[in-house]
């Protein structure tokens, strides 16, 4: 086998020579490329507070703009929208909240800037009101139905499909298809109107599912199982999921 001046195999040597210009390489970098104020943490966050605070301000602030807009900001304080900054979306009003002359920002009034928060995303968490833009009320402006500073929907929802679609999809393909929602979950009539903060009902207990799988219920097209030692310690939805729950009946299981 070949070998080097270092007395190393030859693919060694070169290997070893490609490493140190690598190691090499990243401490002349750090040394004379990188600046003092990015290797060095306070000084990094010091020259960072320092470039940040010399901008000139751009946003005036909700406070600010509910000093002359009373009657949007007290509708927006009790409203589903009082968590965001009227700035959101109206823009940056720094210079109009110093000088209202100047111009007034704008109002989005199109049917394409709701939908930026609004359209389904199933990210997004359970009960933030969502819809499908190409079919909830085609065409029309969201202010059209919608106060965009309380923004409340003009008909209280009657179907759970308005905010849960995706577990209504999956439903409709599932043996629990026929089944109203309502059949498992106790939903106040508040959860139509304020559903994050009025929730419905879950079941909770074996005991549930177990009144119409357990081997002794009358439920005749509900598959069946022995409660006494099906799943053991478990809970049903420990291993079946309640809106698509694959299962086989009791009676299958002992053949």
């Given at each position: 086998m070949k070998r080097s001046l270092l007395g190393l195999p030859d693919h060694v040597a070169r290997l070893l020579v490609v490493f140190v210009v690598f190691i090499g390489g990243a401490i002349a970098v750090r040394t004379f490329v990188i600046p003092a104020s990015l290797k060095e943490t306070g000084r990094h966050r010091t020259s960072t507070e320092e470039r940040e605070s010399a901008k000139e301000p751009k946003y005036a602030g909700a406070s600010q703009?509910?000093?002359?807009?009373?009657?949007?900001?007290?509708?927006?304080?009790?409203?589903y929208h009082?968590?965001?900054?009227?700035?959101t979306c109206h823009g940056a009003a720094k210079i109009h909240a110093d000088d209202p002359s100047t111009g007034t920002p704008p109002a989005p009034r199109t049917r394409g800037f709701c939908p930026v928060c609004h359209a389904y995303d199933p990210s997004r968490p359970t009960g933030f009101p969502?819809?499908?833009?190409?079919?909830?009320?085609?065409?029309?402006?969201c202010i059209a139905c919608h106060n965009p500073h309380d923004p409340k929907p003009p008909v209280i929802p009657t179907e759970c499909t308005a905010c849960h679609g995706e577990i209504a999809r999956t439903k409709a393909v599932s043996p629990h298809a026929l089944l109203p929602c309502t059949?498992?979950?106790?939903?106040?009539?508040?959860?139509?109107?304020?559903?994050r903060t009025v929730t419905a009902t879950k079941p909770n207990t074996k005991a549930f599912c177990v009144k119409c799988h357990g081997k002794n219920?009358?439920?005749?097209?509900?598959?069946?199982?022995?409660?006494?030692?099906?799943?053991?310690?478990?809970?049903?939805?420990?291993?079946?999921?309640?809106?698509?729950?694959?299962?086989?009946?009791?009676?299958?299981?002992?053949?």
């Open positions: 703009c509910g000093t002359c807009h009373d009657a949007e900001s007290a509708a927006k304080a009790g409203g009082r968590n965001v900054s009227c700035e969502q819809i499908n833009p190409a079919i909830h009320n085609p065409l029309k402006p059949t498992c979950h106790d939903v106040p009539e508040q959860h139509r109107v304020s559903p219920s009358t439920v005749v097209e509900a598959p069946k199982i022995d409660a006494d030692t099906h799943g053991e310690k478990y809970l049903c939805w420990d291993c079946h999921y309640p809106h698509l729950p694959e299962a086989r009946s009791w009676t299958d299981e002992k053949l």
